[in-house]
């Protein structure tokens, strides 16, 4: 998701769409972080490692026990 968002904001993204798409749509629908926030986040010209910590840092949707295989 972070390539896309990049290549989606640099407008050299293709045939790839950042948001909606399908492996997205269920990163997003999984994770509850907000795609658009994401992206904004994503523009500030973040590193991947703050990424990663913008996102851990998000309070998490889902429960482990809410994994629908348990």
């Not at 293709?14 to 509850?32: D, R, S």
């Not at 994401?38 to 851990?56: H, I, N, P, S």
């Amino acid at each position: 998701m972070l390539d896309k968002a990049r290549a989606d904001l640099l407008g050299i993204n293709g045939e790839y769409n950042f948001y909606p798409c399908g492996l997205g749509a269920f990163f997003w629908k999984f994770t509850g972080l907000d795609a658009m926030k994401f992206k904004e986040f994503v523009g500030t010209g973040a590193t991947d490692e703050e990424v990663d910590q913008w996102v851990r840092g998000m309070p998490p949707k889902r429960q482990v026990s809410d994994h629908p295989l348990e």
